[in-house]
Every structure is written in structure tokens, then in C-alpha cells.
Nanobody, 119 residues
């Protein structure tokens, strides 16, 4: 099992910045991807950004140029730096870790942290 604990959410004005952190513990060997997803009220959960164990990143078009995902392997922690925040970024942000085996993809989730951007 993998445990993920997020922190860093909060209330910020449009144009402001926040940094989310996600600390992983437990059976964290062979975690292929870590990333952030978000879910706004009445909407499906959507991918925000991912980072591989080798450091390759992927972003949703809506956050490219504004958000940066990074990880510190020694701390088993992944970060999401969010700049130029917009009201439409308001959502619960979930940390995700994925382990890909020959038979399946195992996904682990954090409890979520609320990000609210006021206009």
C-alpha cells in the first residue's frame, strides 16, 4: 500500500500563487508516475500534471505555462507550483501515484486538498 498526504491548499485571489505538496510513504518502490488531479463541483476528476520517476512531465492544456510539477525523490515528495491562478482552477486537488505492472495499473490517491481562487 501507498499512503499519500497532501498539504498546501487554501484560498487565494486570482493571479496569486499556491504550492501543493504530496508526501508518499509505504510501499513506494516501483512507482512509475506521480501526479495531481482535480475535481470541481459537478465535474469529473481531471488530470492536472504528472511526472515520471525519471522526471518527464505532462500537463493539461489549461495549466501549461502556469503550473509546474516537480519531485524530490529523496523525500518521496511531489510538488505542484501554481502561479497566475484563475477562478476556474478552484477544485479539490488530489495527489496520485501509479504503479504499472504487467497485469494492471495500481492507482493510489490522497485525501484531497481544497484550492479556492476568488475573483
Amino acid at each position: 500500500q501507498v499512503q499519500l498526504v497532501e498539504s498546501g491548499g487554501g484560498l487565494v485571489q486570482a493571479g496569486g500563487s499556491l504550492r501543493l505538496s504530496c508526501a508518499a510513504s509505504g510501499s513506494i518502490f516501483n512507482i512509475n508516475y506521480m501526479g495531481w488531479f482535480r475535481q470541481a463541483p459537478g465535474k469529473q476528476r481531471e488530470l492536472v500534471a504528472t511526472i515520471t520517476s525519471g522526471g518527464s512531465t505532462n500537463y493539461a492544456d489549461s495549466v501549461k505555462g502556469r503550473f509546474t510539477i516537480s519531485r524530490v525523490n529523496a523525500k518521496n515528495t511531489v510538488y505542484l507550483q501554481m502561479n497566475s491562478l484563475k477562478p476556474e482552477d478552484t477544485a479539490v486537488y488530489y495527489c496520485n501515484a501509479a504503479r504499472i505492472t504487467s497485469a494492471q495499473i495500481l492507482n493510489y490517491w490522497g485525501q484531497g486538498t481544497q484550492v479556492t481562487v476568488s475573483s
